[in-house]
């Protein structure tokens, strides 16, 4: 086995390399697809997507999906030249150079971990509040946050397939739940018959079952909380080291989980829509707003499909939660593990245990997650504000950071193939859909800010209005380190962004890796 390190970071047996060939093309999207969490997508962001647009939340979801789908364009194209663990840091250091690079890589570990503490907080809400319902036992929220997390860094620690295995149990029955309510609906025909209403991109301005229930629309909100429902989908050049096939894996299982979630999400939309009526969708997103019932789909399953089916969504909800997160907090310590090979980050944090996983990352993540989580909780320890404040704020910080990030890709995808690579250029690859895609991710980015307060129902909250500079200050600590790399360490920060690793070497006999 050969690699290529930069000078000072000195890898051991145990450092550098993560599992080879341990995930198929079903792991990877499992890891991946489980980090946009379809059913807590769908209970949280059509609800949002209807209280900014209207019943016209499915044609929100289709622009999503069609931006998206371009950015993911140029985003194969260079996950097909550089494979590596650094994901977008890796990216944006060959496209950027390395201060950039580093800067970003800090930023997107860091919204990774945040996004892991959001959803921890997700579940433990409804792990505390469907537990109390069934069987009356009333424990705190964070009680389930601490054993989520535990359970979380038991699996990290192992193989990647075990996690993957778990991760994919989660997926599809959260998928199968919902297709049911849908079919349902659709067998139903409906409170009122089908429209084609909901799928006129028009219809998310001024939509006017919007105005007359809330008494105004936003349509920012509206696109703002489908590109939400995506995060995570460009994980998959993070496990292209554990990948078997990683060039022709990442391109499958990207355009596999945009394009599948989009049509996914424009179909449990429609439903939600259908099955409540074109103004009455929007009336029972009103009704949750106001507390008569925990989420407008519960309502709807009871109707369409039965008891049954909404109390394996309660339960879902609690699993696909977990199955998010743990999604989140995979990636959020492969990126740590990136940082520290290269020796912008502690070394240490490269180390692996000895399944090839992670191992010192993970824990560090698991450290992270933990110190957040008790802050929030100490700052208000009820179970609602696991949800509300945990669960709602962070998210607005992590997405921002994430969609950022990806205009920066967008840019470095053109640099890279107009100079490094420019037997690979292509016009409409290479160019003209990062350039789409930049814009798409920067109105995004100005979607999220101008709506922050809205969104997270706080105003004049100090967490909210700091939240546009909190990314731009990690970014800066991001290239602070970059600079001081290049001032007092220049063989390490020669390095940054261009870790290499060969084939292993396999020995004849056994098919096994062979360690020199």
Known sequence: MTATVPAGSSPTAEQGRLAHNALGLPS??????????????????????????????????????????????????????????????????????????????????ICYMIFTAAVLGVMSYFAATTVEAWTGLALPAWVYI???????????????????????????????????????????GGAEGFSPSPFNPAQVFDNAGALQVFGSTAAGIALFAAFWSWVGFEMAPNYAEESREPHRIARIATYGSVIGLGVFYMIVSYAFVTG??????????????????????????????????????????????????????????????????EGVLPGVLARTSRHRSPGVAAMTVTTVVALYCLAFVLYDPSTEAALVKLGTWSPLLGVLGILAVQA?????IIRYFLTTARDGFGWWTTLVAPVLGFLAMAGACYLLVENRAALAAAEGVPFISVLPWVPLVIFVVGVAIALYLRARRPAVYAGLGHFSLADPELDDQTGKEVTP
């Open 28 to 109: 990877v999207l499992f890891c991946i697809v489980t980090g946009a969490a379809p059913l807590t997508a769908m209970l949280f962001n059509v609800p949002v997507a209807v209280n900014g647009g209207g019943w016209s939340a499915p044609a929100a979801f289709g622009i999503a999906t069609i931006a998206l789908t371009i950015f993911s364009v140029g985003y194969i194209a260079m996950a097909r030249r550089v494979t590596s663990a650094g994901g977008f840091y890796t990216f944006i250091s060959r496209g950027l150079g390395r201060v950039i690079g580093v800067g970003s890589g800090v930023l997107i570990g």
């Open 146 to 188: 601490v054993i989520g997390l535990a359970v979380m860094s038991l699996l990290a620690w192992f193989h990647i397939e075990l996690t993957a295995k778990v991760l994919g149990v989660a997926l599809i029955a959260e998928v199968l739940a919902l297709l049911v309510l849908a079919v349902a609906v659709f067998a139903h």
């Open 408 to 412: 920066l890709v967008c840019v470095a």
């Open 276 to 341: 409540w009526g074109l103004l009455g969708s929007v009336q029972a997103v009103s009704d949750q707003l106001n507390g008569v019932y925990a989420s407008a789909f519960y309502p709807l399953s009871d109707r369409f499909a039965g008891p049954w089916l909404t109390v394996i969504i309660e339960l879902l909800a609690v699993t696909s939660s977990f199955a998010c997160a743990m999604a989140f907090y995979n990636t959020s310590a492969r990126y740590l593990f990136a940082l520290g090979r």
